[in-house]
């Protein structure tokens, strides 16, 4: 449905995995208070391995390896970064713990269907549950900070540990740099105003049908524009309020069960909203999507003005940027004389994958400087988009290669820098693994740890 709501179905499907665990699950029948491991004066119980297995099914984890041993290792270096945290006087981030606990907390409820159903499925009560996973946030904090610790005792990336990466690594093992496209747009919007009152009037009719007896199921399977919901008679599924807009879960936590919401925007259209249960925070409900249509008439006035400002850019009448300045409609370009970057990175090139399907065949015969004729695309707003007309200048096209220190010096850097901090955390493991005191069940003792130091601590 929207865009910030979790992909619930392929949520709930993969709980499904691994739950006939196998003959290797029965191996820990009976065993839950037994310890795994003691690292130092930390403890590990089988049962808080088999929490976190079951905690990665809900997330859909899979493996080839055995679950359960890699589990047990991961949580076995943590605890080591742990212990070193308590010595270096580290704090718990308060702030960063709460936001993660209640993101976890809806995931799951939202997965498995509210809070009886997590019960069951992890045989605690919630309360219990929230305490363990704040508990675990609460030491993965300190982890967290002590690995940061480490990894700021390396000095800073140089030329020259670019240069030595280049000349040690065989060339077929190079990073290789996509081809990258440099765009700039100016943008023309259809008229909002006009389709999203046609859009309400056909809500608003749709709603008087339901409340004069029509089914909102039936409704919401022939009309809503959210086809993942309206094969399902529009409904959701009971999910957390969190995970929807602000404005969806505001009106559907307001309303009575049976009771059809007014209009509600967000940034994926309008929708009608019926609310079938609540429990706390926690609501299942139906809806109808409906997003505004825009007319040939919008798309030719656009493409009329857009052929125009082309016109005037090829005479040169007008540069591309003071054109993009004064008549584009894109907030986010329109300062920058037209330039695109991506909204997460800042990047101003992009790879073909990184471009809207629209925006890449608009410019893919083009050479640089030239511009496109005006096409339909859409905008980063939303799940999906929202409907724009633009034209595009390609700026400049940078074509694939194998990174070189004179190109790519920024990305070699990064992967130099990610490179020796992994080698830090690595070898801060290693180091630890043998000054401190380990103690591993026989019970873990056929596991094939990406560490094979770990089997020297396997109690004979």
Not at 121 to 149: A, T
Not at 295 to 300: F, K, L, M, P
Request: charged letters at 30%; proline letters at 4%.
């Amino acid at each position: 449905m929207m865009a910030k709501i979790l992909e619930k179905a392929a949520l709930t499907a993969t709980l499904t995995l691994f739950l006939s665990a196998g003959a290797f699950a029965q191996k820990y029948t009976g065993i839950v208070d037994r310890a795994a491991a003691v690292i130092g004066n930390e403890l590990i119980l089988v049962s808080d391995v088999e929490s976190e297995v079951q905690m990665l099914r809900t997330k859909g984890y899979g493996s080839d390896r055995n679950v359960r041993c890699e589990v047990l290792e991961k949580m076995m270096e943590q605890k080591l970064f742990l212990i070193q945290s308590r010595i270096d006087s580290l704090t718990v981030n308060q702030d960063m713990v709460e936001s993660n606990l209640s993101q976890q907390i809806d995931q799951i409820r939202t997965a498995l269907g509210g809070d009886e159903q997590v019960e069951e499925y992890f045989h605690k009560p919630l309360y219990k549950l929230r305490s363990e996973w704040r508990k675990q946030f609460e030491d993965q904090s300190l982890i967290q900070q002590e690995q940061q610790e480490v990894v700021k005792q390396l000095p800073e990336v140089t030329p020259y540990d670019v240069k030595v990466f280049l000349d040690s690594t065989d060339e077929n093992d190079l990073p290789v740099v996509p081809q990258m496209y440099q765009l700039s747009q100016i943008c023309i919007y259809p008229d909002r105003e006009a389709a999203a009152i046609a859009v309400k009037e056909k809500l608003l009719d749709i709603r008087e049908r339901i409340i004069n007896g029509e089914k909102f199921s039936t409704l919401a399977r022939l009309y809503s524009e959210d086809p993942g919901s309206a094969r399902k008679g529009g409904e959701l599924g009971m999910a957390s309020k969190s995970i929807f807009w602000p404005a969806f879960s505001d009106a559907a936590m307001s309303l009575k069960p049976g009771i059809i919401s007014q209009i509600v925007e967000t940034p994926d259209g309008f929708h009608l909203i019926e609310v079938l249960d609540k429990k706390g925070d926690m609501f299942n409900a139906r809806h109808i999507l409906l997003k505004p249509e825009y007319t040939a008439a919008d798309r030719e006035k656009a493409f009329a003005r857009l052929d125009s400002l082309k016109t005037m850019i090829d005479t040169s009448e007008i540069s591309f940027e003071l054109a993009a300045r004064y008549y584009s409609e894109d907030p986010a370009t329109r300062t920058n004389g037209g330039q695109m970057a991506d909204p997460n990175t800042g990047s101003s090139y992009f790879a073909i994958d990184e471009l809207k399907p629209q925006d890449y065949a608009a410019i893919k015969d083009l050479k640089p400087g030239e511009i496109s004729e005006p096409v339909e695309s859409l905008d980063n707003e939303g799940r999906d988009g929202n409907l724009v007309y633009k034209i595009i200048r390609l700026d400049k096209i940078v074509p694939s290669h194998t990174a070189t220190f004179e190109r790519d010096y920024t990305e070699l850097r990064n992967i130099v820098q990610q490179k020796k901090q992994v080698e830090a955390l690595e070898s801060f493991v290693d180091q630890k693994i043998g000054t401190t005191p380990i103690m591993i069940d026989p019970l873990f003792g056929d596991c094939d740890f990406k560490r094979s130091a770990w089997l020297e601590k396997v109690a004979k």
